[in-house]
């Protein structure tokens, strides 16, 4: 059975940072790609960040604008989000999702499995 458990969100102030993790099993982590999505209220999920499965490849969406940090630690089978100079603009439900396509796939259709979710507010 695979599962994908993020954990780490929460309520931060603007300005503040915060660190997603996300714990997987029953896959071979090293073998899929995986990446960070998040969906807001009334909007659509969208890509936020991704790194390939040896980790040599990373990808991120332009709103973030070099405040998000994506890594992964094969042998703990995790892998991270770290968020700086948050803005109330990046409260949403983030996802850490896992792809067996090769490089560093972008798109919702590229995942197959997915995690549940962590709340991330923004806010003063």
């Known amino acids: 059975q695979v599962q994908l458990v993020e954990s780490g969100g929460g309520l931060v102030q603007p300005g503040g940072s915060l660190r997603l993790s996300c714990a997987v099993s029953?896959?071979?982590?090293?073998?899929?790609?995986m990446g960070w999505f998040r969906q807001a209220p009334g909007k659509e999920r969208e890509f936020v960040a991704v790194?390939?499965?040896?980790?040599?490849?990373?990808g991120y969406s332009d709103s973030e604008k070099g405040r998000f940090t994506i890594s992964r630690i094969n042998v703990y089978n995790t892998v991270y989000l770290q968020m700086r100079a948050l803005e109330p603009e990046d409260t949403a439900v983030y996802y850490c999702?896992?792809?067996?396509?090769?490089?560093?796939?972008?798109?919702?259709?590229?995942?197959?499995?997915w995690g549940q979710g962590t709340q991330v507010t923004v806010s003063s």
């Open positions: 790194i390939s499965g040896l980790g040599g490849s990373t």
């Open positions: 029953g896959i071979t982590f090293s073998s899929f790609a």
């Open positions: 999702a896992a792809s067996s396509v090769s490089g560093v796939p972008t798109t919702v259709p590229d995942y197959t499995y």
